[in-house]
C-alpha cells in the first residue's frame, strides 16, 4: 500500500466528525455516485472528517458554519488526531472541505458560502452584467471580463456617474495605456463604451460619452488569417487514441471543429437535441443568440454516434461533450482548445501559429482554395460581414501571384 493511501486510512480512522458523521457518509455516497474513484473519495473523505473534528474542538456548531469558519479552518495550527500536522493546511485540502460545506448547504443544514461582500459601485456594476445579459447576448466569459474592466477603472472615474465628462474618461483609458497592452487596452474600452451606454439608458449619466473613450489603433484584417495546411488538419484528426474514451471524444470534437469551422464554445454549448439526425444537420448557438442549421459532414456524424455509443459517460447532462474524469460536467472552451493543443503535440506539428481551437477554425480556408465561394464560407463560419469573410481570400497565395504585378521600384523613368 502506498503512503498516500497509509495517511488517509490513518486519517479515516482517527478523526472524529462527531454530529457530522452521517453527512460525511452521505458526502462520500454523493462523490462515488459521480464516478470518483475510490482513493480520490478517502481524500475528500479524510478532508470532511478532519473539518468535523475540528469544529468540536474549535467548539463550533454545525449551524454557526461559514466563510470565516472554513478560514479559520484553513489558518488553524494542525494538531488534530491522526497523522497529519501542519502550521497551515494547503488549499487543495481546504477546497474539498469547502466542497463538503457546500453539500451541507444542498442538504439546508448550513447557510450557503458567500464569498467577500462586493466593493462600493459594485451594485452598480452587477446591474450593467444583467442589463448586458438581457439586452447584448455575449457570452457568461464576456460579461464577466466586462465588469472586470469596468471594476479596474472605477477608481479612476469615481463613484458618481453624475460627475462623468469626456475629459475624465479620456484621461482614465490613457492612465491605462500606460500600464497594459494594447489588447487589454482595446478590451477595456469596449468594457467602459457599454457601461456608459447602459448608464445613459437608465439616466445616470450624460448620453453621449461613450464617443469620448480614444480609439485604439488597429488595422482589421490586415494580417493573413493564421492556419495549418489540410494535410496537418487530418494529421492532427488521425493522432487521437480511439482505443481509449478520450481519444474518441477528442477526435469528435476536432471533426466537428475543422469540418464547420466551430467555435470552442459552440462545441461546449452543442447539446443532444441539437442534432437532426434525420435531416442530417446541427443546429449552432453563435454569438449574439443566433441560430442556425449547418449540414453535418458524414465523418463528423460518425464520430459524434461512436462517442455517444461507446465513450460518453453516464451522466444527466444535455451537452454532449463531457469530462472522461469524475465529475463529468460539460467541457468549458479552455477544454476545447486543450484538446486541440495536445493533438498537436501528438502530431509533432511545432509550427502551428496558434494552439488553440480558433486555429481549426481558420483553418476551414481549405474550403477556399478547394472552390468554394465567399458566400458559402460566411455561412458555415456565420460571418456578419462580408468584410471578415474576404478576409480569407487572401490565403489563396498561388492565385495572388498570378494577379501580383512587378515592383516598380526599379523601373525606368
Known sequence: MSKSKEVLLE?????????????????????????????????????ARHFGHWLQSAKIAVAEI????VRRFARHRCRCAGVRRADRLSAKYVNRARRFVSFLAECGFVTPLTQD????????????????RRHRGISERTIGRHGRMVMRLLPALGP???????????QAILGEAQRTSRANLKTMTMALRGYLRYLATQGLCRAGLDHAIPTVPQWRLSALPRYISTAEVERVIASCDITTPMGIRDRA????????????GDISGMRLDDIDWSE?????????????????PQDAGDAIIDYLRDARPPAACEQIFLRTVAPFRPLVSASVSSIVSLALARADIDHAPSRGAHLLRHSATSMLRAGATLDVIGTVLRHRSVDTTAHYAKVDVDMLLRVTQPWPGSASC
Open 11 to 47: 486519517c479515516t480512522r482517527l478523526m472524529n466528525p462527531g454530529a457530522l458523521r452521517p453527512f460525511v457518509e452521505a458526502f462520500t455516497s454523493r462523490l462515488l455516485s459521480l464516478g470518483h474513484t475510490r482513493l480520490t473519495v478517502s481524500g475528500y473523505e479524510a478532508s
Open 66 to 69: 461559514n466563510e470565516d469558519t
Open 117 to 132: 461582500e462586493p466593493r462600493a459601485h459594485d451594485d452598480q456594476v452587477l446591474a450593467f452584467q444583467v442589463w448586458l
Open 160 to 170: 458618481d456617474p453624475r460627475h462623468y465628462d469626456a475629459r475624465l474618461i479620456r
Open 253 to 264: 470534437v476536432l471533426l466537428l471543429l475543422a469540418r464547420l469551422g466551430l467555435r470552442a
Open 280 to 296: 442530417g444537420t446541427l443546429r449552432v448557438r453563435g454569438k449574439g443568440r443566433r441560430e442556425v442549421r449547418l449540414p453535418l
